[in-house]
């Protein structure tokens, strides 16, 4: 049994790396269109290009950190080796050049393709230590829901304090600062963050488990990877699942810019607070963390493949109604938290079952194919990750300038605009939600099923 401290250390990685992959999300758009002045069709095209070839990366890192043999283990080591890289590629991708068009242009690209290979450099390794980390599929669950708290906190973090710490290296306050300057310093602060807690969850963490030895042929583990049924279903679940997140996550700082008035608030009691981006974001963390807390008794009461199932069927329902939600007046910003909450309490519930799930798939694959690819699996998830963020990201920029999203400083929407960004918090998201739905229902490998594979696979690890 795993002690509690692996868990909040392994906690502690994807707090790290939530804090970056959110910044990204939610404000890289915004950074690129408002405060870089990337024009909006060349920012879709370099979120897709860097993205994919970030996704494409994902099963040669699995394939490099399968092959790893130090005393630390397979994959720990990368935790240590890649955290301060990590930190300063963020900070250059948060930077801008005085190169002219052509020259920032080509350090957008060259930044946005060097932060994402770091990336996957220490995410696809620390992903993969869930699988040698415990043999007990229900542990996974568990490592995996400490996994995802301690994601939504950091994401929790930095979304609230991200506005507030541009606005503070500026000095400014209220709107959004669009000082190059001040975003640049704010990743500085973010960066030194993450490499701390990375260097946390190396120092509290170990690799357990000893898999079947690994095949010394990559083309033999890519041929079982591409004849392992379960990977390509859940494979395409997750991506349009990740594909949800990332259209919201993305449209969000638009529909404040574009639909909320600049200074509005929402009154609690005698109290009243600002309603703006971030608050809206941090709130849905917290709601995210909520999520995961159910996550574990739901899942071990009706399986893992029900509780996504059913959650996806109701993050559906509740995107369609966002729709319908006016957006002038406290009433109605009170009714726009209340289902940001419940979308960020279901898409918490669903997180952690995707990182277990794609460790009952290497447990799958190692009983059927005679050959531990860990590493190479658990890539794909990330992989699936990054392709619905890519594409997520551009679709948003490229759904805005079809309907002729103005991005010139204090420009007034027109109507067509407006709706774009509508339609982008609710109908498209949600059709990316039923997709996903698609998938998980022909997802084979049940709660029975998993523990048959696990009974067999104790006795060929002995």
């Known amino acids: 049994m795993a002690t509690l401290k692996e868990k909040i250390g392994y906690g502690f990685g994807d707090m790290s790396s939530s804090m970056f992959w959110k910044i990204f999300s939610a404000y890289l758009p915004i950074f690129y269109a408002m405060v870089f002045k990337l024009d909006l069709g060349t920012t879709a095209v370099l979120m897709l290009v860097t993205r994919i070839w970030d996704a494409v990366s994902d099963p040669m890192m699995g394939i490099i950190a399968d092959r790893t043999s130090t005393k630390w283990g397979k994959y720990r080591p990368y935790l240590l080796w890649v955290s301060v890289p990590f930190a300063v590629a963020g900070i250059l991708l948060f930077t801008k050049p005085n190169f002219g068009e052509t020259g920032n242009t080509v350090w957008a690209f060259v930044t946005y393709i060097l932060m994402m290979t770091v990336y996957t450099a220490i995410n696809v390794p620390y992903g993969s230590m869930l ?6 599929s229900d542990e996974k669950t568990v490592f995996s829901s400490y996994r995802m708290f301690f994601a939504y906190a950091g994401s929790f973090i930095v979304l609230a304090v991200w506005e507030p710490l541009c606005n503070m290296f500026a000095g400014t306050s209220g709107e959004l600062t669009h000082d190059p300057k001040a975003w640049q310093n704010a990743m500085i602060v973010v960066g030194v963050a993450c490499v701390l807690l990375f260097m946390l969850t190396f120092a509290m963490t170990r690799e357990r488990v000893k898999t079947i030895p690994q095949s010394t042929s990559v083309l033999a583990d890519l041929r079982s990877l591409f004849r392992n049924g379960p990977w390509w279903i859940l494979l395409g679940g997750v991506l349009f699942f990740n594909f949800f997140n990332a259209i919201r996550y993305a449209a969000i700082p638009f529909f404040f810019t574009t639909q909320i008035a600049e200074g509005a608030t929402l009154s609690f009691f005698s109290i009243e607070f600002l309603f703006y981006a971030g608050i809206f974001l941090a709130i849905g963390e917290v709601a995210n963390m909520v999520g995961v807390a159910l996550a574990t008794p739901i899942t071990f009461a009706i399986g893992k493949k029900s509780t996504f199932l059913y959650s996806l069927f109701a993050l559906i329902a509740l995107c369609i109604a966002f729709y319908y939600v006016p957006t002038e007046g406290s009433a109605a910003y ?70 002729n999203f103005n991005t010139a400083d204090g420009a007034v929407q027109t109507a067509e605009a407006v709706e774009g960004v509508r339609l982008l918090m609710s109908w498209i998201p949600a059709i990316a939600a039923a997709v996903s739905a698609l998938f998980i229902f022909i997802y084979p490998l049940t709660t029975k099923r998993m523990k048959e594979i696990n009974d067999k696979l104790k006795l060929l690890r002995k």
């Open 131 to 136: 699988g040698v980390m415990t043999e007990d």
């Open 334 to 403: 009170w009714i726009l938290l209340a289902l940001q909450i419940l979308v960020c309490i279901l898409t918490g519930i669903v997180s952690p079952l995707v990182w277990s799930m794609y460790a009952d798939i290497s447990d799958f694959a190692e009983l059927k194919f005679k050959t531990a690819s860990t590493g190479l699996i658990f890539s794909s998830s990330s992989m699936a990750q990054k392709f619905g963020g890519a594409f997520g990201a551009s679709a948003v920029m490229w759904i805005l300038a079809a309907f």
